[in-house]
Structures are given as C-alpha cells and as structure tokens.
C-alpha cells in the first residue's frame, strides 16, 4: 500500500501480514451474525488470544450500553493470576468506552510488535462499539 500526503512524494506504507491477518479475522467476526454483545465481545477475546502468541488470556470489559466482560483464556484457569498485564483503553469521541486486558502469563510482557497489534485490535473494538451504540 502507498500513500502520500499534500506535497509530499509517495511513500510506502507497509503492514505486517500480522495486521492484515487480524482485520480480516475480525472483519469476519464483525459481519458475521452474533447473538450479542456479550457473544462479540467473547469472539474477539478469543481472537486476541489466538493473533498474539505472548497473550495467555485476554479481557475486555465495555461499559456502554451495559456492564459486558468477556473473557478468553489460553492456559488453565487454576493456574496463578499472573502479575504482568497489558491494558489498552478503549477511547472513542473522547470517551472511554472500555478497556482491553491482556495477559503475558509466566512471560515478561509483551513484544513491541504485539503491543502494536493490539493497539490496532482496541482501535477496532472501539470501532465496532461506536457503531453499536
């Protein structure tokens, strides 16, 4: 993909199949029929685990238009909570409509390459809120 700005040369733009694996992955899961919420906001807990290999579970907690948590988790649920947690708001017309946990289990945090995509996974939840508010 290529793009440039007024008066600017052309300049490539590239994104990593991570990202362009992800928005086809969560488009589908957006146009797909979901019972609600609650459902979608589970379906994309899932996702996150399975698109970010460091995350061992993932939480999403939305407050409008209701109290939603949805949970996912890629390891045994006895296991120790561990401490480490990514959190990223999720911020839409200035405010905060929820929020995504994700959890490194036993390893140290989260590579910049992850925490990237998981910015772009909130980005497309608050997206997806938005809309269905």
């Not at 979608?40 to 993932?58: E, G, H, I, K, W």
């Not at 409008?64 to 296991?79: C, L, R």
């Amino acid at each position: 993909m290529t793009g440039a700005g007024p008066g600017a040369e052309p300049a490539a733009i590239l994104v990593a199949p991570a990202v362009v694996t992800l928005c086809h992955e969560y488009a589908a899961l957006a146009g797909s029929a979901v019972a609600g919420l609650a459902d979608f906001l589970t379906d994309a807990a899932a996702l996150a685990v399975r698109s970010l290999p460091s995350a061992q579970s993932a939480r999403i907690r939305v407050r409008v238009p209701e109290v939603v948590t949805a949970i996912a988790d890629a390891s045994d649920a006895s296991e120790p909570r561990p401490r480490d947690v990514l959190a990223i708001p999720l911020v839409g017309g200035g405010d905060l409509a929820g929020m995504l946990e994700l959890d490194p289990g036993d390893r140290h945090g989260f590579p910049a390459d992850e925490r990237e995509l998981a910015e772009v996974l909130a980005v497309l939840l608050t997206l997806s809120l938005g809309n269905a508010a």
